[in-house]
C-alpha cells in the first residue's frame, strides 16, 4: 500500500512527527509541508523532502494532520488532481493486526466515553487508548498485536478523511453542531461525525444516543444497533428505570449499578456511562469488572473537574467545554448558582441558547477572549447579567470577589482555546493554578 509511494505528510505537530516516524519503516519518498515551521532547521532522525508547491505533480497520497483547515488552497488541489487524502486514524487502521477497534465520537462525552471504556478493557487484556487522548494511534500501529484492544477518540477532522477505517464497535456519545468555522455547515459535521459506522458490516456494533435514532436513519447503518437512553426503552441497548442502569442484550435484562454509585456529576456522564457499558458488554466483558470500574472512576481532567472550595465556594474546571451544548451541561451538572467564566476563539457558534437554557442557573457571565462581544449580546438578549475582562487571570479574580458561600464557579468557555492559548489543557491548568493561588 505504502511501497514506492510518494507521500505529503501536511502539518508537522504532534500527528505530523508520529506520521514520520511510522512511514521510515516503508520504502516511500516523504515530503512535508507546514508553513508554521521552518522545516530546514528541525532537529529529527527520519529523512524527509521539505514540499516546494511543484511536488505536487508527484505526490501519490497526503496525510493530512487535523490541525490542517479542510479547505487549504494546496488540499483543494490535490482533490482536483485525484490525489487521496487520508487522517492517521486512516493511515493506522490499513496497517493494524488486529480488529479489536472500538472508536468514539460526539459533539460532547466522547473523552469520558473513551477513557471509561479504556479503564474497563485494561483490566481484562492490554488496551490502546488513543486519538486525542493518551498516545497517537499511529505510535502503537506495530506495536498493538492481534488480541489487544485499541480505544479511540475520534474527532470529525479525522474522520472526515478516512476511507476504509471500520471499527468494530462505533460510538456516537450525541451530535448538534459545532466547527462551523472548519465544516462550514451543519449537515458537513453531521456526515463527518456518522462517517464512524460508513464501513461497518452485519457482524460490527453501531451505539447511538437513543435521542438520535431517526437522525441516524438518514446514513443506512449496516451495524447492529444499541441504544443507550434516560428512560426505559424497548431496543437492544442501556437505559435507566428506578435509579439504575439496566443493559438489554434482545434476550436478557440485567442491572448493571445504582445511579447513586457513580461519582462524576450530570445526566450527560450517566450516558457517557451507559454506552461504555453497552460497548465492554458487547466485547464480552464481565459485568463485576464493569461495575468495578465505574464505581472507581472519578472524572478526566479539564471536564467538570472539582478543582477546589474556598470558604463554601466550589472552583470547577471545565476548560475541555469547548462548544455551547458542552457548557450548557456543565451548567446543569451544578449544584449551586453558577459563575460562569467563558470566552475564547470564535469556532462560528452561536450562544443564544446557551444562555437562554442556562439563564435560571447563572448568577453573572465572566467574559474573555476574541468571543467576549459576539458572549455579551447573548447575555443581554437573555437579560443576564455579565462583565468582560482582559483574560483569565482577571476572570478568576473577579469571580472570587463576586462568589458567596453555597455558590460554583465554573470555567466552561463553550468556545477552543486557541486565541489565548496552544489547547484547552494548557488553558485549563493555568485555571487550576490561579484558583490554587487564592487566598
Known amino acids: 500500500m505504502l511501497e514506492n ?19 521510515k519503516g516503508f520504502p516511500c519518498k516523504i515530503y512535508i509541508f507546514d508553513s508554521n515551521k521552518d522545516l530546514q532547521k528541525l532537529n529529527v532522525d527520519e529523512d524527509f523532502i521539505i514540499f516546494k508547491e511543484e511536488d505536487l505533480e508527484k505526490i501519490d497520497l497526503i496525510v493530512k494532520s487535523p490541525g490542517i483547515y479542510p479547505f487549504h488552497e494546496l488540499l483543494v488541489k490535490a482533490r482536483e488532481k485525484n490525489i487521496e487524502i487520508i487522517s492517521d486514524i486512516e493511515l493506522s487502521y490499513r496497517n493494524l493486526k488486529t480488529n479489536n477497534v472500538v472508536a468514539v465520537t460526539g459533539t460532547n462525552g466522547k473523552t469520558t466515553t473513551t477513557t471509561i471504556i479504556g479503564d474497563i ?32 477518540e475520534a474527532s470529525s477532522f479525522q474522520l472526515e478523511d478516512t476511507k476504509s477505517f471500520k471499527p468494530h464497535i462505533a460510538l456516537l456519545t450525541y451530535v448538534t453542531s459545532d466547527h462551523l468555522d472548519w465544516h462550514k455547515t451543519t449537515q458537513n459535521y453531521i456526515d463527518a461525525k456518522f462517517k464512524i459506522f460508513a464501513n461497518q458490516d452485519g457482524d460490527d456494533f453501531a451505539i447511538l444516543n437513543y435521542e438520535n435514532k431517526e437522525l441516524a436513519q438518514n446514513y443506512n447503518l449496516k451495524g447492529k444497533k444499541y441504544y443507550f437512553s434516560m428512560n426505559k426503552i424497548s431496543e437492544k441497548g442501556a437505559y435507566v428505570e428506578n ?52 464505581i472507581s472512576f472519578t472524572g478526566v481532567e479539564h471536564r467538570i473537574e472539582f478543582v477546589r472550595e474556598i470558604q463554601g465556594v466550589k472552583y470547577y474546571n471545565d476548560s475541555k467545554g469547548t462548544n455551547p451544548d458542552s457548557t450548557e451541561v456543565a451548567v446543569a451538572a451544578m449544584d449551586g448558582d453558577v459563575i460562569l467564566i467563558a470566552g475564547g476563539y470564535d469556532k462560528g457558534a452561536n450562544f443564544d441558547e446557551l444562555i437562554e437554557k442556562s439563564k435560571d442557573k447563572l448568577k453573572t457571565v465572566i467574559l474573555f477572549g476574541q468571543t467576549a462581544e459576539k458572549f455579551s449580546d447573548s447575555c443581554k438578549k437573555s437579560e443576564v447579567e455579565f462583565y468582560i475582562v482582559k483574560d483569565l487571570n482577571k476572570a478568576v ?29 494548557a488553558r485549563g491548568r493555568h485555571f487550576k493554578d490561579l484558583i490554587r493561588e487564592l487566598v
Open 5 to 23: 509511494k510518494n507521500i505529503l505528510i501536511m502539518g508537522f505537530g504532534v500527528t505530523g512527527k508520529a506520521t514520520l516516524k511510522f512511514l
Open 397 to 425: 479574580e473577579l469571580a472570587n470577589k463576586l462568589a458567596v458561600k453555597g455558590e460554583d464557579v465554573l470555567l466552561s468557555p463553550a468556545c477552543a482555546s486557541w486565541d489565548m492559548y496552544s489547547d484547552y489543557e
Open 121 to 152: 478493557l485494561k483490566r481484562k487484556a492490554k488496551t490502546f487508548v488513543v486519538g486525542n487522548i493518551g498516545r497517537g494511534i499511529l505510535e502503537i500501529t506495530e506495536e498493538a498485536n492481534k488480541d489487544d484492544y485499541i480505544v479511540i
Open 243 to 294: 435509579g439504575k442502569i439496566y443493559f438489554n442484550d434482545g434476550e436478557n435484562i440485567e442491572e448493571i449499578l445504582e445511579i447513586r454509585d457513580i461519582k462524576i456529576p450530570g445526566e450527560h456522564n450517566i450516558k457517557n456511562i451507559m454506552a461504555s457499558i453497552i460497548a465492554t458488554k458487547l466485547l464480552n466483558i464481565d459485568t463485576d469488572i464493569i461495575r468495578k470500574s465505574i
